[in-house]
Every structure is written in structure tokens, then in C-alpha cells.
């Protein structure tokens, strides 16, 4: 026997010893005796219809990679607003590792996100929330929530122009709901306005008690799975009776002789591993989310551009009919956890196939459908600030007056390029200042910049004595010298 044999066997003895230790003394038996001998519906198994069912166990694995990340993060994040933003730049440039962390988090919650929506649309069109697995959904909406409210948060952390106008916005819409809205505006700002007790709310609620309340209803959940079972594929012509559903799920099982173990599992773990490699790769390849641009408040006016997962609501605020501000901001946000809660509690029995639910089908379309459109809508739309756009080139203003070049940095770091172009450079959610000196005085620009018009804030008293001059300049020496503006 070689030498590397021997070790290689007396490594696989301790090895052995170890385990048979660790089996003893932690008391697994029951566990892997319930993994032998714990029985799912045949098709799981069998056919490839196994493969619709792998969503939940994969938003729970994510959900540990979460705690992972998120408490290596907290580590070195500080829940100041003099210290979280440039607690994640230094995370990003010059933690070993820290803005891949960084990015693995991100990308973790928008994984945990879409997850949560496509597992509670397989429980849709299958119908799985029937009888006897209505609570099994009711707290699946609780997870639901509590996702939604962890990405919420995890926004502010970020403390950049978009986190702080976000919260704003949704500070404002509770602010609008009947009899109790200013109160809970109060308790989302922690105060009257935002600040640093915000963010220290944020951050205790994203790193403790939000994480806290998903384990404990994870745990109820899956207890409730294990419980009631896991729901069948549907079939055409087999409604579900309560009378005699139980006794028929039983039977089935036990003559489909498939354990979850391993015959049902490996699909789970094999779907897992697939999310853990997408999050990955899409870490390495797009790096950390932020942070944007510092919190300026004479922006928080302007509509903000949230993670991917909200921005289909913030469009169709912004789209919407004035008409509609009460049922959008209001009764929209209020009815629509309540519906999905009372949903197995008025269609908890009958069919579950969806060819004879058509309006299960016609419903997760329409969502998807919707989703979609607000979505693109939002990201090709003008109507959000280009907090990317970079300040106008030393080399374009070489031969500019220092007045000028003055009023470039200043047209920049007041927000005003957020909004508005000039030298074709800048957001587009306000006019082009180029175009808008050819139609317009200085001193009619100046009375705009001054006191403000619609979403544009009021800039008096936030320009010091000086500043709107050299802005000014700054817009007018775009024209060109040869070009004399219309209102003059």
C-alpha cells in the first residue's frame, strides 16, 4: 500500500468517525429518517413538471446568501448622512472585495424579488392555494411583504439622490391614506422630515427586524408545506372537494412511492445552483448598484428612478390622470394586499387547471403585461433625471471665460444637468436650456431659475450671491457667439 493510499483511508476513518459523531450527538436521525420516508405527489418526480415547483426552495437558498452578504456589509457600512455615502465608495474602492459583495447583494435582492412573483404566479395558475393550503398563501403574501419592504429599505442604505427621492415619494403617498396617513408618515421618516433618524430606521428595520420576521414566517411556511403537502399538478375535471381531498392526497402519494429525498430534491438544488451562478455572473459583469450622485435637497422635487423592481409604479404615478391621484396613491397600495389575502378564502375549492381557470391565466398575463410595459416605459422615458450624466469636458470649455466655466460646474453640481441639457449634454425630463436661451431673455430665465416652475424647484436662497449669474452665463455662452437670443 502506498503511502498516499494510506492516508488517503485513514482520512476517509475520521472522516467517518466524525460524521457518525456529529449524527449521534445533534440527534439528526428523525431528520433524515422524515427526508427517507416523506412522500410528494409522483408527477414531481417523474415528469417534468417538477421543474414548475423548484421557485420557493430557491428564493429561500437566495434569502441565506442574503444574510451572508448582508452581514459582511454591515461590518463596514455606517447608518450616518455623513458617513453612508462614502461608506460605500470606500467599500467599492478599496475593500478587497467589497464592491463585489456589494453587487452580489444587489443582484441577491432583485433574485428574491422575481423569485417571490414567479412562485406566487405558479401558485396562481395552478391553484395551489386551495383548500387545505390557504394559510399556506397567506403567509406566502407575508413573505411577499416582507421581500417588498427589505428591497424598500435596502434603497435608502444607499443614501444617493435616488434612494432619498424614492423614500420621499412613498413618504408622501402614505402620507395621503384616509385618517392615519400622517402618522405613518411620521413613522417612516422617524420625525417630520427625512434625516439621520431615517436612516437609522432603515437600517435597523433592513438588518434586523425585517430578516428576523422572514425567518420566523419562512419557518411557518415550510412547516405548512410539510404539512399539507405539496399541491399536485392540476388535472382537468378534478376539482378539489374538502370532504375528501385529504384521504385522496393521502393515497396518492403513498401509491406514487416518490420521496422528496432525493427523488424530488435534486431538481431544487440543481435550479439553486443555476440562481447562485446567474447572481454571480451578473455580479462580475455590472459590479455594485451605486451609490448615485450625493443627496442634494433642492432636487427631492423631482421624480426618482428606484431599483428595477419598483419602477413600474413610479411610472404610472407619473403617468397617471390626475383624476386617478386617490385610487393609485391611495386605494391601489391599501386594497391590494387585502385581495390577494381573502383570494383562498372565496376560491379555496372547485377546479384547479387552469384550462378551466382561464381568469387565473388572464390574470398573471395582464400583471406580467403591465409590469413590462410600466417598466420600459420608465427606463426609456425622459420623465426621471439623468443623475449619471457626467460634468461638461475641461477641453470643450477651453476657450471659454472663467465666468462661464464657473457657471458649468455650477450648472452641474446644483442639479440643474440632472434635468435639463445644454452643449447636447444632460437629462431631459425639463427643457433644453440651449434652445430655451434662443426663446428667451436673461432676465426671464433668471426670474424661472429663481422662483421656480412646476416640478422645478424655487432656487432662491439656495444660489449664492453670484451663482445665477455665472449659471447664466454659462447657458447663453452655449449658443455660440454668433447668435443672439429671440427675447433680447
Same mark, same amino acid.
Given at each position: ?45 417523474? /415528469?417534468?413538471? *417538477?421543474?414548475?415547483?423548484?421557485? !420557493?426552495?430557491? @428564493?429561500?437558498?437566495?434569502? +441565506? =446568501?442574503?444574510?451572508?452578504? &448582508? ?100 413618504? /408622501?403617498?402614505? *402620507?395621503?391614506?384616509?385618517?392615519? !396617513?400622517?402618522? @405613518?408618515?411620521?413613522?417612516? +421618516? =422617524?420625525?417630520?422630515?427625512? &434625516? ?118 413610479? =411610472? ?173
Amino acid at each position: 500500500m502506498t503511502r498516499l493510499r494510506w492516508i488517503a483511508l485513514a482520512g476517509e476513518r475520521v472522516a467517518r468517525r466524525v460524521g457518525r459523531w456529529v449524527y449521534d450527538r445533534a440527534a439528526l436521525a428523525p431528520i433524515f429518517d422524515f427526508l427517507d420516508k416523506h412522500k410528494v405527489p409522483p408527477e414531481l418526480g417523474r /415528469t417534468r413538471k *417538477g421543474w414548475f415547483y423548484v421557485f !420557493g426552495q430557491a @428564493l429561500v437558498f437566495v434569502f +441565506l =446568501a442574503q444574510i451572508v452578504t &448582508g452581514s459582511a456589509l454591515a461590518m463596514k457600512y455606517i447608518p450616518s448622512p455623513d458617513h453612508a455615502w462614502h461608506t460605500l465608495e470606500f467599500l467599492n474602492t478599496e475593500v478587497v472585495w467589497g464592491g463585489f459583495v456589494r453587487a452580489l447583494h444587489f443582484f441577491g435582492a432583485s433574485a428574491m424579488v422575481l423569485l417571490v412573483f414567479v412562485h406566487m404566479s405558479r401558485v396562481v395558475i395552478t391553484g395551489s392555494y386551495k383548500y387545505p393550503r390557504e394559510v399556506n398563501w397567506i403567509t406566502g403574501v407575508g413573505l411577499l411583504v416582507l421581500v417588498l419592504a427589505m428591497a424598500f429599505t435596502g434603497q435608502l442604505l444607499r443614501w444617493d439622490q435616488d434612494g432619498v427621492s424614492t423614500v420621499m415619494v412613498a413618504a /408622501t403617498m402614505l *402620507g395621503r391614506l384616509p385618517l392615519v !396617513g400622517e402618522r @405613518l408618515m411620521e413613522i417612516v +421618516l =422617524a420625525g417630520d422630515t427625512l &434625516g439621520g433618524a431615517t436612516l437609522s430606521r432603515f437600517f435597523a428595520l433592513h438588518v434586523i427586524v425585517f430578516p428576523l420576521l422572514m425567518i420566523g414566517l419562512i419557518g411557518v411556511h415550510v412547516y405548512l408545506v410539510v404539512r399539507n403537502g405539496v399541491s399536485e399538478p392540476p388535472r382537468a375535471g378534478r376539482p378539489v372537494d374538502p370532504g375528501t381531498y385529504r384521504m385522496w392526497y393521502r393515497r396518492h402519494t403513498e401509491a406514487g412511492n416518490t420521496r422528496y429525498w432525493p427523488d424530488v430534491a435534486w431538481r431544487e438544488f440543481v435550479f439553486v445552483a443555476v440562481v447562485y451562478a446567474v447572481i454571480f455572473l451578473l455580479a462580475v459583469t455590472w459590479g455594485p448598484k451605486g451609490p448615485g450622485a450625493v443627496p442634494d435637497p433642492t432636487m427631492v422635487e423631482v421624480v426618482p428612478r428606484p431599483d428595477w423592481y419598483f419602477l413600474w409604479y413610479y =411610472a404610472l404615478i407619473w403617468y397617471k390622470p390626475a383624476a386617478l391621484d386617490m385610487v393609485v396613491l391611495v386605494w391601489f397600495p391599501l386594497l391590494v394586499f387585502p385581495a390577494l389575502v381573502l383570494l383562498p378564502i372565496f376560491f379555496g375549492r372547485g377546479e384547479r387547471a387552469p384550462t378551466r381557470r382561464p381568469w387565473a391565466l388572464f390574470a398573471v398575463a395582464a400583471t406580467i403585461l403591465l409590469w413590462a410595459t410600466l417598466t420600459v416605459s420608465a427606463i426609456q422615458g425622459d420623465w426621471i433625471p439623468d443623475f449619471d450624466t457626467e460634468p461638461v469636458p475641461e477641453a470643450v470649455l477651453e476657450d471659454a471665460p472663467l465666468g462661464v466655466r464657473d457657471g458649468a460646474g455650477l450648472f452641474y453640481e446644483r442639479g440643474c444637468q440632472y434635468c435639463h441639457m445644454a452643449l447636447e449634454r444632460g437629462g431631459t425630463y425639463g427643457p433644453d436650456l440651449t434652445r430655451s436661451a434662443r426663446e428667451m431673455s436673461r432676465s426671464d430665465m433668471a426670474v424661472r431659475i429663481v422662483m421656480g416652475i412646476g416640478n422645478m424647484p424655487a432656487y432662491q436662497g439656495i444660489l449664492e450671491p453670484g451663482e445665477l449669474d455665472a449659471i447664466l452665463d454659462y447657458i447663453f455662452w452655449t449658443l455660440g457667439p454668433d447668435v443672439t437670443p429671440e427675447g433680447d
